[in-house]
């Protein structure tokens, strides 16, 4: 479960968890994307248990965090911005069972695979945003 991780409970990493959680927030809020980014970076960095499971752990984390955060950050874009959220919705069925596959297959893989997807997948959604 999450809190395996004690860095969550050891009061020392709590300023830093604010300061990641408000850049998380900022970043969720200004693209529509990267507080996952450096959720799973600061969870990693700040835990000191690097089995497969303690990893596998700050993924489920980074998403139980990432999910609240994009509902303010959408309540906030429709609110605010008025956004047209109709085309997304196409999306939601699909990405839930992706979702669900996705987790079913984090707990068949090395977290090494997982490391190395989650690297390629950041370095290719840098360079996409570098050249359009």
Known sequence: MFMKNSFITDKRHIPLLIIAGIG???LNGLLG???????VFVYAALSKDKSDGSVKDNF?????????ISVFSTVNYVTK???????SLVFLIPGAVGGLLGAWVTD????SH???IFAILTAIA???????
């Open 126 to 132: 840098g360079i996409n945003m570098i050249f359009r």
């Open 24 to 26: 998380a927030g900022f």
């Open 114 to 116: 997982l490391k190395f």
């Open 60 to 68: 489920a984390m980074t998403v139980a965090t990432v999910i609240p």
């Open 33 to 39: 994307a990267g507080a996952g980014v450096i959720l």
């Open 81 to 87: 911005v008025g956004a047209d959220l109709s085309k």
């Open 108 to 111: 068949k893989i090395k977290t």
